[in-house]
């Protein structure tokens, strides 16, 4: 696609349910990162892929969070017994080989655990 | 960790005056970039800057790298509203392809 491509746009939860935030990304961009931004704080590194892996998660805020990118282009994030803590917007963003090295992101998820 | 600060966090200005928001970094920068996000929007890529002291312009707003790569700037000359938004900065965390952005410096401009 022309842009980088996330759904849900807007996702209400319940505390404790799993939760699933999909990312398209730009097509040919092997990199992919999900951020998470919460209201009036910059972007918070999670995780970065580079191709199908996880090259470094170490963002994750625990063992609930959970990201794959099984073909090495939409990547899944995933997110287990949630908590009002996890209330967000979960930004994906990916990056080409070419350019300045920036970042593409996408509209975001916003997430909303009750 | 690699930190990266910014200040203000928050300026309100009438229109037409300048806008200046700095970034501070714990470590030296390899490069920094810096991202525009409007309310309610995405961040958005402005500039990257990679050499000491390096000063690039984009129109009304100009970006400065310091000469210790530790600190960058961006003045808005003569704001308009639609500079309206959030700047950050961002730079390498403890490896090349890991962006770290700051806090951020929201922007609101008077008409």
């Known amino acids: 696609g022309a842009g980088v491509s996330q759904t849900p746009s807007n996702k209400v939860t319940e505390k404790g349910k799993y939760v699933e935030l999909r990312c398209d990304p730009i097509?040919?961009?092997?990199?992919l990162y999900w951020y998470r931004q919460s209201l009036g704080q910059g972007p918070e590194f999670l995780i970065y892929?580079?191709?199908?892996?996880?090259?470094?998660d170490s963002g994750l805020p625990n063992d609930r969070f959970f990201a794959v990118r099984p073909e090495g282009s939409v990547s899944t994030l995933k997110i287990q017994r949630t908590e009002r803590g996890d209330s967000a917007v979960y930004l994906c963003?990916?990056?080409?080989?070419?350019?300045?090295?920036?970042?593409?992101f996408g509209e975001g998820s916003r997430l909303t655990v009750l | 960790g690699q930190q990266v600060m910014q200040i203000p966090q928050y300026q309100h200005v009438q229109e037409g005056e300048d806008f200046t928001t700095y970034c501070n970094s714990s470590?030296?920068?390899?490069?920094i970039q810096w991202y525009k996000q409007r309310p309610g929007g995405h961040p958005v890529f402005l500039i990257q800057?990679?050499?000491?002291?390096e000063v690039k312009k984009q129109k009304r707003l100009t970006f400065q790298f310091g000469e210790a790569k530790k600190n960058s700037s961006l003045h808005i000359t003569a704001t308009q509203t639609t500079d309206v938004g959030t700047y950050f900065c961002?730079?390498?965390?403890?490896?090349?392809?890991?962006?770290?952005f700051g806090s951020g410096t929201r922007l609101l401009v008077r008409p």
């Open positions: 963003a990916s990056r080409g080989r070419t350019g300045a090295g920036e970042l593409f």
């Open positions: 097509s040919g961009h092997t990199a």
């Open positions: 892929f580079q191709g199908t892996g996880a090259a470094d």
């Open positions: 470590t030296t920068l390899s490069n």
């Open positions: 800057l990679v050499k000491s002291g």
């Open positions: 961002a730079g390498p965390g403890d490896s090349s392809y890991k962006l770290i």
